[in-house]
């Protein structure tokens, strides 16, 4: 398991970002885009991938919408049941280097992070970590 791609998150301002760099023809505010970004969190929580089946049509919508924007992907696995039926499930995956990249186009602030994401450790002094016995 690649412990680097766990360490990696999406936060509400870097998708605001992404989601207002996306829009930027037309002019989305930015608190509107952070209701987007929110009201999208809120499904993935900590994770990256969720069920397409526990989508609204008024969320897939959106959904759809950030899909076009290159920040969600779908994908789909297909198994056999007990009774021999093939069986698809789909779900929508964050997309978190390309939400990174594009959340920071155009932005000095982001030149020195790392396009792969944050490690939550980073801040941790090294003397945290020593055992005491």
């Excluded at 360490?7 to 509107?32: G, P, Q």
């Excluded at 969600?72 to 198994?79: A, F, P, S, Y």
Aim: contains cysteine; hydrophobic residues 40%; charged residues 30%.
């Amino acid at each position: 398991m690649d412990f680097k791609a766990m360490d990696r998150i999406v936060c509400l301002n870097r998708l605001t970002s992404a989601i207002m760099n996306s829009y930027k023809e037309h002019n989305m505010t930015k608190d509107d885009a952070q209701n987007m970004a929110y009201h999208v969190l809120n499904f993935f929580g900590f994770g990256d991938r969720i069920v397409d089946n526990i989508l609204e049509p008024e969320d897939r919508d959106l959904f759809y919408m950030l899909e076009d924007f290159g920040l969600l992907v779908t994908e789909r696995e297909e198994t056999t049941l007990y009774d021999g039926r093939e069986w698809r499930i789909h779900y929508w995956l964050l997309k978190k280097n390309t939400i990174n990249t594009v959340a920071c186009a155009g932005s000095d602030q982001c030149d020195s992070v790392d396009p792969d994401g944050i490690s939550v450790y980073d801040d941790i002094p090294e003397e945290a970590w020593a055992r005491v016995l």
